[in-house]
């Protein structure tokens, strides 16, 4: 016996794939698209913490737009060198919060994005007018998802300032992360 179909599944099937498309061009106006290192930790014991080691799942994502609130007024904080000049040391971050970052799904109706799961950490690599460096890390902590009845369409996930310590296996691939940044 099979089970019949209703209207609203087969429009989802034949709309589902324009919206999908349609969300990444969304994504494309907010944004230029940026480079970030996932780390993915270990996994999570019953108390919700995971274990400080590093897995396989390190990799470097292409299409990411991180969406900064009030990204045209971060506050620069200065500091001058041996020889008197002046370089960019940090943000306040707290006027970038909350941070919003979409991943677009590219590619065939079949693909998906990238796996990003919640208490990922990403690394974004910003740089000021000298071209220094100032890496800025973040912890996946939720997730939302779009749905045309039965079909996904959208995701976004939502970002906070990462506030632990990390390992120092982990410390030197983000270092070489940092380092191969152009």
Known sequence: MSIAESIADKLSKALAPLVRDLQDVNIGILGTSTQIL???????????ERSETLEPGMNIIENVIIKHP?????????SSDEENNLKTDSLDLWEILPIEMRVPYTGS???KPADVK?????VQVLKD???????IKM????????FMTKTMHFRKYELTLYRGE???AIK???DKYIASVL
């Open 70 to 78: 009030m990204g045209n007024q971060i506050q620069l904080f200065e």
């Open 118 to 122: 919640r208490g990922d950490i990403i």
């Open 139 to 146: 912890q996946v902590m939720r997730h939302f998802g779009g």
């Open 172 to 174: 030197d691939a983000v």
């Open 166 to 168: 990390l390992p120092s």
């Open 109 to 111: 109706y079949g693909s």
């Open 129 to 135: 007018e000298n071209g220094n460096k100032i890496p």
């Open 38 to 48: 996932r780390i993915t930790l270990g996994t999570m014991d019953v108390f919700g």
